[in-house]
């Protein structure tokens, strides 16, 4: 994990100095959406929902127990896509983020790091594969949906485009009208740093624990911090 002394300062300083617009993932840089609201409870409740229906066989035993509710969404996808069935699964799913906003806790130094950005004249979007909707009404709470509108990208009924795939990346960069070399992706996920890989985006990935910080170091991650402070602070430095 990156640490705030020499080297590694130097190289957060060089990826912010390059980031005329910076791509925030949602759910773990800006917020822990589902920090009052049980992810494991959601993706549980939509199992059940599958086997009410009798519909359990489109999951693996594995997937039957996961704590990730969009591994049960893709996973539906991927044994049933296009179909009703999916739409309904994403607008269940939907919903609950909704409702996980309420009690949704902010990453510490977001705030002040998104205001700041902003203010040095930085252009910002959020890149998720969470509602876009829950994502908007966590922004508008927290007096921060004017530092993104409209560039807020995020799940559809299409889930072909979710993360790793690289399009919510590409849909914000066309219509920014930004090179991939002029912007930033800071993200949680190893799917955050494939998307953007694959979108020729740089990238800083954020990780809260240990266990963040070891499976973005395996997925190639080469910048990784444990707080969004020393950005706040590489910000505040060249305002």
């Not at 996808?77 to 009703?84: A, E, I, K, L, S």
């Not at 991939?180 to 990780?207: C, E, K, N, Q």
Request: glycine share 8%.
């Amino acid at each position: 994990m990156t640490s705030d002394t020499g080297k590694e300062t130097e190289r957060l300083r060089e990826l912010i100095a390059r980031a005329r617009v910076v791509l925030w993932d949602f759910d773990g840089p800006i917020c822990r959406l589902f920090a009052g609201h049980s992810a494991t409870r959601v993706a549980a409740e939509l199992v059940e929902w599958l086997e009410v229906r009798g519909l359990h066989g489109l999951l693996a035993e594995n997937e039957r127990g996961t704590s990730d509710p969009h591994a049960v969404l893709r996973a539906v996808n991927v044994r049933h896509p296009d179909g009703d069935l999916v739409a309904e699964l994403e607008q269940r799913l939907t919903a609950e983020e909704i409702r996980a906003v309420r009690t949704a806790m902010p990453t510490a130094y977001a705030d002040p790091l998104i205001r700041t950005w902003t203010a040095t004249g930085a252009r910002l979007a959020i890149t998720t594969n969470n509602s876009p909707r829950a994502a908007c009404l966590y922004l508008t709470q927290r007096d921060m949906l004017g530092c993104f509108h409209p560039h807020i990208y995020g799940r559809t009924q299409d889930l072909h485009h979710l993360k790793p795939d690289p399009h919510f990346l590409g849909s914000a960069l066309d219509a920014m009208g930004s090179e991939p070399s002029d912007a930033l992706m800071i993200g949680d996920s190893p799917s955050d740093h494939t998307a953007a890989l694959r979108a020729g985006v740089p990238f800083l990935g954020y990780a809260r624990n240990e266990r963040k910080a070891k499976l973005l170091g395996e997925a190639g991650a080469e910048v990784i911090v444990g707080s969004l402070e020393p950005l706040l602070r590489a910000v505040r430095s060249r305002a």
